[in-house]
């Protein structure tokens, strides 16, 4: 018999039991007003500026991420995010009045945003934090009422998240679920009006699938392997710190928009592969397992995962940093690897971790064909200051961004849509292009009863025809 101090299962029928009740709510008009959904955003700036220890701990106990990690990539980010939301709100709220034709005249037309309704955000658990609540923001600028799931790998902040928002925001119109594959797979039977899924591309079918079969619009946030080509041209220290930025500095490679791969000269790898061991020296030290700025692998399955990458037979000797492995601390050491072949298993999945492989060319401009065999990343990194190969890798590369000189840059900039395309989603978020994500802009055209022209209605005669 199943203690009483176990958890309940979250099935269907509580499911069913929760969005009925959020749609009472919505259909009443709560979630519409300016004042609501302001006051439900100064809440969660509320939330997140009162608990940011305890935010700090969550994201340390499923993570060990390091606390300045935490609070620039997640909390400030977060804040932000929130800010720029209150600020805009009216603005975005405000129908935009456009041009209409010559064959309405005379005749006025509106685009004017409403809110879908009773909206599902699923949620990962690399940036637990951020990635449940900054679609949120979303939502509820866009006035929907809106259930949360976030994910059970973090389960430090999943419940942190339960608590505060039960007691920070409007649980008539904002719930979460907590919860694994059962507790999703009962939101998912339901009948929602927006799915907001954050995760991997296999689970991404299942939510689309699921949501299939109710005609309900999806935003997709996926991965992918997310290149880094690198030019010789370049400032090698500046470079090189960018590109541990992204990768050891975001979560130990555990981020989506980390460069999964660079992509190099023939005779440049070795400088860069310098460049790199001497910047992540001075990083992490000579023994990056001890580091208290590295985040570890987030759980036995993922740290099976990245070792299996690194076993695979064809990568024998190809490891020319790093390596080193710490099973009881799930820590795994930023790793450099030279020389990959494209059929390994490393470059045929993303890796998500902290694993570098080089591949090399023996021109430049031989990468582009090599990232567009592949499936369409969420973002590409150039590193050069050549005009023209900038120029055409924007305009040959397809990805959901590409930065110039930098990484994972992109993604906070709010005023950038953030979203993949092709196997990397479907969809993007951030600043408006959240607003817009949870919104549905209704065409509306005003007429009067004046100039009602004859020639509309029958009979059609030839002389209207020529009219
Ligand atoms: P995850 O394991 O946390 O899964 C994501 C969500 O899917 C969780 O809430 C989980 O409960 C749910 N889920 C898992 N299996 C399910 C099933 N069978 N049915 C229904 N729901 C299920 O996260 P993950 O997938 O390991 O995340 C890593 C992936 O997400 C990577 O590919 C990464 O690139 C991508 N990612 C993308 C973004 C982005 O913004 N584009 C951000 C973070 C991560």
Redesign the pocket.
Same mark, same amino acid.
């Given at each position: 018999m199943e203690s009483t101090t176990m958890r309940r299962r979250f099935d269907s029928v509580e499911a069913s039991a929760m969005v009925s009740d959020l749609r009472v709510t919505f259909d009443s008009g709560k979630t519409r007003s300016y004042e609501w959904r302001a006051s439900q955003l100064k809440a969660l700036t509320k939330l997140t500026e009162e608990n940011e220890q305890a935010i700090v701990q969550a994201l340390n106990s499923d993570l060990s991420k390091c606390e300045t990690e935490a609070y620039i990539q997640e909390i400030a980010m977060l804040k932000n995010s929130c800010k720029g939301a209150l600020k805009e709100l009216k603005r975005w709220m405000t129908s935009e009045k456009v041009k209409t034709s010559i064959s309405t005249f005379p005749s006025t037309a509106e685009i004017v945003s409403e809110p879908l309704g009773v909206v599902l955000i699923?949620?990962?658990?690399?940036?637990p934090f951020l990635?449940s609540l900054e679609p949120i923001i979303g939502a509820i600028a866009a006035g929907n009422a809106v259930v949360l799931?976030?994910?059970?790998?973090a389960p430090a902040t999943s419940s942190l998240l339960a608590k505060l928002l039960g007691e920070y925001l409007d649980n008539s119109c904002i719930r979460v679920v907590e919860g694994? $594959?059962d507790e999703?797979?009962a939101l998912?039977q339901q009948k929602w009006d927006k799915i907001f899924y954050? #995760?991997?591309g296999r $689970?991404a079918r299942? $939510?689309m699938a699921a949501a299939a079969k109710h005609l309900t619009p999806v935003v997709l946030?996926? #991965?992918g392997k997310s290149p880094a080509v690198v030019d010789s041209n370049i400032d090698l220290k500046v470079a090189t710190r960018r590109i541990i930025a992204g990768k050891w500095c975001c979560n130990n490679g555990q981020a989506?928009i980390s460069p999964d791969y660079i992509i190099t000269t023939k005779d440049y790898a070795p400088k860069l592969v310098d460049a790199l061991k001497t910047e992540l020296e001075k990083f992490y030290g000579k023994n990056p397992l001890e580091s208290k700025d590295l985040s570890r692998i987030v759980n036995s399955n993922h740290f099976g995962r990245l070792t299996k990458l690194l076993d695979d037979e064809k990568l024998s000797g190809k490891i020319v940093f790093g390596g080193e492995k710490d099973e009881s601390k799930l820590m795994i050491s930023p790793t450099i690897l030279l020389d990959v072949p494209r059929n390994s298993l490393m470059m045929r999945e993303?890796i998500?971790g902290p694993l570098l492989p080089i591949i090399t060319v023996d021109k430049l401009e031989e990468s582009f064909d090599v990232i567009n065999s592949g499936t369409k990343p969420?973002a590409a990194y150039l590193f050069t200051t050549n005009n023209k190969l900038k120029e055409q890798f924007v305009m040959n590369i397809s990805a959901g961004g590409l930065v110039i000189n930098d990484t994972a840059l992109h993604l906070a900039i709010n005023t950038l849509p953030f979203g993949?395309v092709g196997e990397s #989603?479907i969809g993007a978020y951030h600043g408006k292009f959240s607003f817009d994500a949870f919104s549905h802009k209704k065409a509306v055209l005003y007429r009067s009863f004046f100039g009602d022209a004859a020639i509309r209605y029958p009979p059609y005669t030839n002389t209207k025809m020529r009219l």
């Open positions: 699923i949620s990962a658990w690399n940036y990635l799931k976030p994910s059970e790998v694994a $594959v999703t797979s998912l954050t #995760g991997n $689970v299942i $939510v946030e996926l #991965g989506c993303e998500f969420l993949g #989603g």
